[in-house]
């Protein structure tokens, strides 16, 4: 956020200007009526719906917002007349008194009103998707901000595609819009860095989102429309409860909201030798869970006098209660306003905290309770504690022992020495002393853009006389954090470089090696290397001296100075539509979801969000921490003492009664090993369900399942990544080698002129769906109700009917909707139903469970880890003649999957002789997955990778080595006109010499363009039916549509209604989208392979050529009627209106896929060589999509297939702990996803025009994953970069190779 959200001048004595606006991640949100009117097309607008008030306004009269669990005590309004309360939608709740203070207010929200508007995924802060905005009186000021709760719609600009996230990214825009009305298009862009999307690439919400901006020159919608339903009227003054508990909870814990400080003194005198907490935002209970729980919590946002803000000539003195977001505004205001040396530092301490953890964090968190998570933690890279202790701050302490009466000052050093019982930081001050010559920098390394930890961050402060060689004329402060728990500090280099030129290059080059004789990075298994922190460390103090003295410095070297400042992203999508406007002609046109306006307006119900009954239960996993090892047995005893603990399910509840083994009924029996739902003795990897715990709510399962104690005895070293598993030759399955030409490709390789081989070593990922995973099962007559996020219903029914041992017509799967899929919800989904199955079976009650993230990264499968090893070969005209590979597929610890086996392995490329040799390898972790394009993903990386190592063996240009290589137009669907067109619309000759000129210009940073194609075969191998079910309204003409497949974002829904309006030639409004039932359309095919839209939309045209076969002498006979008129007749006349269409896919006899879909792409990015940082400049993608039945739905899957890739190629990482087998990066702040400052900066997506595709159905092509295939380019656009470095610092010229993901680390080196 930038200054100009603070408008008045900051006076030299107690002053308040705060925002009061607060977001409650993990809390609630809702979006009931939304903002303004929008115009149709692809561009961004948003629109109003009245519908169903989810939820408006929460008025918090404490003004305490908890992240991530936030608590409700925390939230109500109390006096000591009357029950606590709080304001919901203008509506008063009381709450007892014996309310849980561990509650958080999106547990009451979603679970005690059923307001499920919000969504919940991470409850870290992590992943925004429960963001809400609240009103609420400053306990300092007494000033009201009334922030109601709205939505404003990325419907139809095409920003919803799961819609689990909309939600959380209306609240962020909408909640900061209010705050900040007057934002520009960077800042909106900005107010993103909290919420994770994985389906749609994040361009057309931000698009959506900066039509509101004030530079955007087109309005959004209508800020005045959201004041209606706000219910600022209620939110009264402050009310606190001096030191009385307000509230007590199942364990016995208190909750105290003290008003002065004085209270708050002697209630931390009478608790200093107890368990207690104190709580501001709470936020730091998202990265240390454990700190979370105590007995007593002591509110301490009403205390006024911990809000101090004091200017001097001499310092700063900064309240404790001030949250970052506050310091944020603050320091730039004081920076600007008074340009004076001495605060100058203030600017880029300001800036550095806008890559302090997200808005609704820094809006919520106060920098003390930063300072006490580093004291708590000394190994926590705090910024707050590198950038005051760089500055030279002293934070001041009061102790309850005196009342406070003699405040003690620290030095930030000392502070971490401090014992902090019964005491409470009141204040820092920071010094504004600083001379003209005073320098100040800081940096924060980090693995993604915003709203991650640093790898390492480091702050600098030095006095220099510019006159006289930028000699250092004081003693420097230079601090680190993120190197070990006890090195903050740089003691010996800050002695050593005082009184010293910093334009002398042996200075400079000893302060480097005086760092690094006294850095001692620690080995973490989830940090960095040291070697890597260790070359940034001093990189950074490179960095910084060629900050102070630029001037002094030949231009191209001050680059090295510069750090990435994030332009807004622009974007084009360059598509032609089917030329009628008619509503009843949509076919070929970018019509919105029908579904999308409901999906950010809250009103979509996902499972999880169907209101919970009075008799149901829900479960929670007991899962193994470590593996492979033997199963004792458990311990109930503390789980039992949780209100609403109900049982524990063990494998033996299941024995005689139920299969217990979840392995899907598709595999032949004769293959298929057991896959146990719950553990009987042999534990396979850790994260395995052992147990499942029922309760009364979600939250009491949890917090019991924690609470099991489970006797395990490991019986060996787990093995837990393929690179391991291949050192131990634990193959489990080898199918026979597959040659393509040649029988003896090794003879072939050899017989060419250039010859390369190498290594590429991939990691997996994770499916990271917004909606975790769930089911929610009921039993009733007909036998079992399932509810499920699924993407093959029927494969389930067949599974369960095992499992159950029931008959099919007694198990009816039913899924409204996917909170995103990607493979993930169908060997995973089968483990949740089942398990929640059997459950509610024994229970004969309702069971819903709904996984933590922990528990979803624990046992979530993912896509496999690979070790490929290639060679390849090319002949003198640098054609490609030959390769082999050989690839070590991670299955995990079962075979059942083998996701990698019928990957082609060439991509665009004409390679006449190939082999494949695939070798399973087990490890000791959960089976490996689907995961969007599995197989191409890893194997469009792996293609790139060789051509690139050939084009260099060959001496040739990459991308015309590839473009020589291409498939002629006809082998392979447009790949020369794809090409030949991009070079034009992307520019790239021109961009090439740019890219020339700027690497000569610039020592540091770097440029680098690759371009690349893809041909992605999609297989009609399926044999079982596409179906869709039509039932047309005699009283109304309305039509309900039910499709086999599941809809998860990928439109597949409004592709099958726009194929229905069009052939039964009605308006596509008329069309209702019902829940796929697995009684309705029975027997369906899998989603996956990206092709079930066309073959259902193929079925969807059959069942509506029914129905008007049906109608034609009708229609013939009545030609003037309207549908109704038409319809109403047919019932009259006895005529069916419903109609099962159906499709079923074949290759038609081809051995591979029926066609390929086909695309190229070029990626420009830039790098920063001194700390690895980089930014994807430009992307350019051109796919052929035939004939696209919704280029607006076409567009969104191409820009999110493609940043899931980046994400996959460049950032997400697992690490799994050696000893126990664990996965140590199960939550939001150790597994990074792409965000939204990620993405491209310039995104430019064209469809081809004129162009069919007459072997698929509906002569459309496939596009949900293809795309993924262009995003290795990010790879190579990098590496261009980094040997335009190494090029140009005379460094030997060498093909370079890289594991991925390609993270800073890996490419990161000395600067020398
Ligand atoms: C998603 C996420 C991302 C983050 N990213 C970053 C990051 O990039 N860089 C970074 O540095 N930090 C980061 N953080 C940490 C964040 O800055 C802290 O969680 C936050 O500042 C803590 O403030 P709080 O008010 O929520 O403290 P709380 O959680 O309320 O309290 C934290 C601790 O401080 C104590 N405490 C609070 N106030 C006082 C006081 N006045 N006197 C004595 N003790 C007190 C409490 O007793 C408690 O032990 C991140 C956190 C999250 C959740
Ligand atoms: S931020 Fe609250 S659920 Fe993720
Ligand atoms: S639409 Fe954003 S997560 Fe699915």
New binding site residues.
């Given amino acids: 956020m930038s200054s100009s959200t603070l408008t008045a001048p900051l006076q030299p004595r107690l002053r308040l200007r705060l925002s009061h606006l607060v977001y409650f991640p993990c809390a609630y949100g809702g979006l009931p009526y939304p903002v303004g009117c929008g115009k149709s097309g692809l561009g961004p607008r948003v629109f109003v719906s009245r519908k169903r008030r989810q939820l408006v306004c929460v008025c918090l009269c404490p003004a305490s917002a908890a992240l991530p669990n936030c608590s409700v005590q925390q939230s109500m309004e109390i006096s000591t007349h009357q029950e606590p309360f709080i304001y919901v939608n203008d509506k008063r709740y009381e709450i007892t008194r014996d309310c849980d203070p561990e509650m958080s207010l999106n547990d009451f929200l979603r679970d005690t009103l059923n307001l499920k508007g919000t969504k919940v995924m991470c409850r870290e802060a992590g992943c925004g998707c429960c963001t809400v905005c609240a009103v609420y009186k400053h306990p300092a000021t007494g000033e009201i901000e009334s922030k109601p709760v709205n939505s404003a719609s990325l419907a139809d600009g095409f920003g919803?595609?799961?819609?689990?996230?909309?939600p959380g990214f209306v609240m962020s825009a909408y909640s900061q819009l209010r705050d900040n009305p007057k934002a520009t298009k960077l800042e909106v862009e900005h107010f993103f860095d909290g919420n994770?999307?994985?389906?749609?690439g994040y361009r057309p919400i931000l698009d959506s989102m900066k039509s509101f901006a004030c530079d955007a020159g087109k309005a959004g919608g209508c800020l005045e429309d959201l004041e209606r339903g706000c219910c600022r009227s209620q939110v009264g003054k402050v009310p606190t409860s001096g030191v009385a508990a307000i509230a007590r909870g199942w364990k016995g814990q208190k909750f105290y909201n003290p008003g002065t400080l004085k209270e708050l003194l002697t209630l931390l005198g009478r608790l200093r030798n107890d368990n207690y907490r104190l709580v501001f935002g709470n936020t730091s209970s998202g990265v240390f869970k454990e700190d979370a729980i105590a007995d007593h919590y002591v509110n301490i946002r009403n205390v006024p006098e911990l809000y101090k803000i004091e200017e001097t000539e001499a310092s700063l003195e900064i309240g404790s209660n001030l949250t970052l977001h506050d310091l944020l505004v603050l320091f730039a205001r004081v920076a600007n306003d008074n340009k004076q040396a001495g605060r100058a530092y203030l600017g880029q301490f300001s800036r550095h905290l806008q890559q302090v953890a997200n808005q609704a964090v820094r809006r919520n968190g106060c920098w003390a309770g930063n300072l006490m998570l580093k004291l708590a933690h000394p190994e926590f890279p705090s910024d707050l504690f590198v950038l005051m202790a760089a500055s030279g701050a002293i934070v001041k302490v009061a102790d309850s022992i005196d009342g406070g009466a003699a405040v003690q000052e620290y030095t930030m050093t000392d502070f971490l020495r401090q014992d902090m019982r019964g005491r409470v930081v009141t204040s820092a001050l920071l010094p504004l002393s600083g001379g003209v010559g005073q320098r100040f920098g800081s940096f924060k390394i980090t693995p993604r853009a915003l709203n991650a930890h640093a790898y390492l961050n480091a702050a600098f402060n030095v006095s220099v006389d510019s006159a006289n060689g930028y000699t250092v004329t004081d003693r420097p402060r230079i601090v680190y954090g993120g190197v070990c728990d006890k090195f903050n500090h740089a003691v010996k280099t800050e002695n050593y470089l005082q009184n010293k030129s910093l334009i002398d290059q042996e200075t400079v080059n000893g302060a480097i090696k005086v760092l690094e004789s006294e850095l001692n990075p620690a080995e973490e298994a989830t940090w960095s290397s040291p070697q890597h922190r260790r070359s940034l460390a001093s990189n950074l103090l490179y960095k910084f001296i060629l900050g102070v003295a630029s001037a002094a410095l030949p231009a191209a070297d001050s680059s090295g100075a510069q750090v990435f400042v994030r332009r807004v992203q622009s974007a084009e999508q360059d598509f032609e539509q089917e030329p009628s406007e008619l509503p009843s002609a949509p076919l070929g046109r970018a019509c919105p979801k029908p579904e999308a306006r409901g999906q950010t307006a809250g009103e979509a119900q996902y499972v999880n969000d169907a209101p919970s009954r009075s008799n149901e239960l829900f479960g929670a996993f007991v899962l193994a921490q470590e593996a492979p090892a033997k199963l004792k047995g458990f311990g109930t005893e503390e789980a039992e003492q949780v209100p609403g603990y109900d049982r524990l399910i063990t494998a033996k509840d299941l024995e005689g009664r139920y299969d217990n083994n979840y392995v899907s009924a598709l595999i032949p029996p004769q293959f298929a090993q057991t896959e146990e739902i719950l553990v009987t003795t042999e534990v396979r990897y850790a994260g395995q369900p052992l147990a499942i715990v029922l309760a009364k709510s979600q939250r009491a399962a949890d917090r019991a399942a924690a609470l099991v104690t489970v006797d395990l005895e490991q019986t060996g070293e787990p093995i837990t990544s393929v690179a391991e598993a291949v050192a131990k030759a634990s193959v489990v399955m080898e199918p026979p080698v597959e040659t393509v030409g040649s029988e003896d490709v090794a003879k072939e390789l050899d017989s060419q002129p250039c010859r390369i081989e190498g290594q590429i070593v991939v990691n997996e990922q994770a499916h990271f769906f917004?909606e975790s995973l769930t089911a929610s099962v009921t039993p009733c007559e007909e036998g079992l109700l399932i509810s499920v996020p699924h993407q093959w219903a029927d494969a389930l029914v067949m599974t369960l009917r095992r499992v159950l041992r029931r008959p099919a017509n007694e198990l009816r799967v039913v899924t409204p909707r996917i909170?995103?899929g990607f493979g993930g919800k169908l060997i995973m989904s089968d483990l949740i139903a089942c398990a929640t199955c059997v459950a509610a079976d024994i229970a004969q009650q309702p069971v819903r469970m709904y996984l933590t993230l922990a528990s979803n990264m624990q046992l979530a499968m993912k896509r496999p880890g690979m070790l490929l090893r290639y060679k390849g070969a090319v002949n003198a005209e640098g054609k490609l003649r030959a390769a082999d590979w050989e690839i070590n597929n991670e299955v995990g610890y079962t075979v059942n999957m083998q996701t990698s086996s019928s990957t082609p392995w060439t991509w665009g490329y004409r390679c006449p002789n190939y082999s494949f040799r695939i070798r399973h390898m087990r490890t000791d972790k959960p089976e490996s997955t689907f995961v969007r394009g599995p197989g191409p993903a890893v194997s469009s990386l792996a293609n790139l990778l060789l051509m690139d190592h050939l084009a260099f063996e060959a001496g040739m240009d990459p991308i015309e080595f590839k473009f020589n290589n291409l498939y002629k137009d006809g082998d392979g669907d447009n790949f020369q006109r794809m090409w030949s067109e991009l070079l034009q619309l992307a520019d790239i000759e021109a961009r090439r010499k740019e890219i020339e000129e700027f690497n000569k210009a610039n020592t540091f940073r770097k440029r680098g363009l690759d371009m690349t194609a893809v041909s992605y075969q999609i297989g009609y191998d399926r044999g079982r039916p596409s179906q869709v079910y039509l039932t047309v309204q005699g009283s109304d003409g309305s039509v309900t549509l039910t499709h086999s497949g599941a809809e998860m974002?990928q439109g597949l829904g409004v592709k099958c209604a726009q194929a229905v309006a069009a052939k039964l030639n009605i308006d596509l409004t008329l069309i209702k989208l019902k829940p796929t039932d697995s009684h309705v359309t029975p027997n369906n095919d899998v989603t996956g392979g990206s092709s079930t839209s066309e073959w259902n939309c193929q079925a969807a045209v059959n069942a509506a050529e029914q129905i008007n076969q049906r109608l034609e002498t009708l229609r013939a006979a009545n030609p003037q009627d309207s549908w109704p008129a038409l319809v109403g007749k047919a019932v009259s006349a006895g005529i069916c209106l419903a109609a099962m269409g159906v499709f079923t896919a074949d290759n038609a006899g081809r051995k591979a896929g029926r066609y390929c879909s086909t695309g190229v792409g070029a990626v420009e990015a830039e790098v920063d060589v001194l700390t690895g940082l980089y930014e994807i400049r430009r992307v350019d993608i051109t796919m052929d999509v035939g004939r696209s039945i919704n280029p607006g739905v076409d567009i969104g899957q191409i820009e999110g297939a493609f940043v899931m890739g980046m994400g996959y190629y460049l950032m997400e990482r697992t690490v799994y702990d050696a000893d126990s087998g664990r996965n140590l990066t199960d939550s939001t702040w150790e597994y990074k996803v792409p965000q939204a400052a990620d993405t491209p900066r310039d995104f430019r997506v064209h469809i081809l025009k004129s162009t069919s595709n007459p072997a698929a159905a509906m002569s459309t092509k496939a596009i949900g994953e293809p795309p993924i295939c262009l995003a290795p380019l990010c790879v190579t656009a990098i590496k261009r970069a980094v040997e335009a470095y190494r090029e140009a610092r005379g460094k030997p010229r060498r093909h370079l190779t890289f594991d991925m993901p390609l993270t800073p680390e890996r490419y990161c080196k000395p600067r020398i």
């Fill in positions: 919803s595609q799961c819609g689990y996230c909309s994770i999307c994985r389906c749609t917004m909170g995103g974002g």
